[in-house]
């Protein structure tokens, strides 16, 4: 684990959800060398199998800002790289970042951190009072349609939009930012990432797979805008995953393997 308490204020901190990214796909693709900006770049050793705290976007998010990143599958415990502070916690070590606040968000508020959320799917759309509690507890979040589910280039245009927020936060003073991107591009519908699908002929793990192998090869931009802002501590991962007809499911909000195990990276990007 990486000490996250030695490293606040020493530089950017990166949240990044692939939404609804399958174990099993992330590791046959990076195997295949079919994810190559994630293999050769971000992952030279592959995805880390882990257990999600919850089955769908919301559950799992609201997790995840509290400190509950997926668990490693091996029985624990397991430290934390971020805790909020409450009294018998067994997870909380030396390395773990520990807030006197609700929530990771606003624990690196306190901490000097300029908080900003590329939101994706409609959990973040700020549409409704469900998909604005998530984003409300960021010092800015955006989102529109083209960020979306439904938008074929929406990693591009979420890269796109980080990489203009970066630099403008790089100003006087430096100040260190949390940026959490949602990835919806996984997320169903996913079907047009595979060429010659149809909508009639529906998403299927292939392209799901597909889907994958788009996001990577929009990343590249991202990283080096963090790169260039110095060293960053990156924490990759998908929120929860999702069937396709396994055992007759389809779908996700369920307790099923191809949901729960999902794949997980941490590391420090340097310039």
């Known amino acids: 684990m990486l000490d996250a308490a030695a490293f606040l204020g020493q530089g950017d901190i990166v949240l990044m959800t692939f939404d609804t990214l399958r174990y099993d796909v992330a590791v046959r693709e990076w195997a295949a060398g079919r994810t190559p900006n994630l293999a050769a770049v971000l992952l030279p050793s592959g995805w880390e199998e882990r257990h999600t705290p919850g089955s769908f976007t919301y559950a799992a998010h609201q997790a995840f800002f509290a400190g509950f990143l997926p668990t490693p599958k091996a029985p624990g415990p397991h430290p934390r790289l971020f805790a909020a502070r409450f009294a018998g916690s067994e997870t909380s070590t030396p390395q773990t970042a520990v ?100 909508r009639e002929q529906g998403d299927t793990l292939e392209s799901h797979a597909a889907a994958l192998r788009y996001v990577d090869s929009q990343l590249p931009p991202l990283f080096d805008a963090l790169r260039a802002r110095g060293t960053s501590l990156c924490i990759l991962c ?7 007809g396994d055992d007759g499911y389809t779908g996700h909000r369920l307790a099923h393997p191809a949901v729960w195990t999902v794949p997980y990276a941490e590391f420090l990007l340097a310039p």
């Open 238 to 244: 998908s929120d929860h995953g999702t069937t396709y």
């Open 99 to 198: 807030f006197d606040a609700p929530e990771l968000v606003s624990g690196l508020k306190q901490r000097g951190y300029h908080t900003i959320c590329i939101g994706g799917v409609g959990f973040f759309n700020q549409k409704t009072p469900l998909g604005s509690v998530l984003p409300a507890l960021f010092d800015e979040a955006h989102w529109d349609e083209s960020l979306g589910v439904t938008e074929p280039s929406s990693t591009e245009n979420q890269v796109r939009l980080a990489t203009t927020q970066l630099p403008r936060r790089a100003g006087a003073g430096g100040q260190d930012i949390f940026l959490f991107l949602n990835l919806s591009a996984l997320h169903q519908p996913n079907y047009f990432y595979l060429p010659g699908q149809t």
